[in-house]
């Protein structure tokens, strides 16, 4: 996905997610695509959960991919 499109789904998710929305994916590498795509005041609505990340990547029994990702709503969901 283009970093533009990460963005406005992501945006999305942080206005209509309710206050507990965790958002899940796996990618082909190790780094998540959305540190980079993300704007400060989205990202800033998203905890990024590593370590849990890494634990329930080693789970996983789709072994072609790289990485398991969960990041959690932060409950900062007010408009900037």
């Known amino acids: 996905m283009p970093p ?7 945006s999305l998710i942080a206005q209509v997610g309710s206050e507990d ?11 998540s695509p959305v540190e980079e795509a993300l704007a400060p005041e989205t990202r800033a609505k998203f905890s990024y959960q590593v370590e849990r990340s890494q634990k329930l990547h080693l789970k996983d029994r789709s072994a072609i991919y790289g ?5 959690e709503k932060t409950g900062s969901t007010e408009a900037s």
Do not use: D, N, P, S
């Open 21 to 31: 929305a965790k958002v899940i994916f796996r990618t082909a590498g190790e780094k």
């Open 4 to 10: 533009a499109v990460i963005e406005e789904l992501w």
């Open 67 to 71: 990485m398991f990702h969960l990041y």
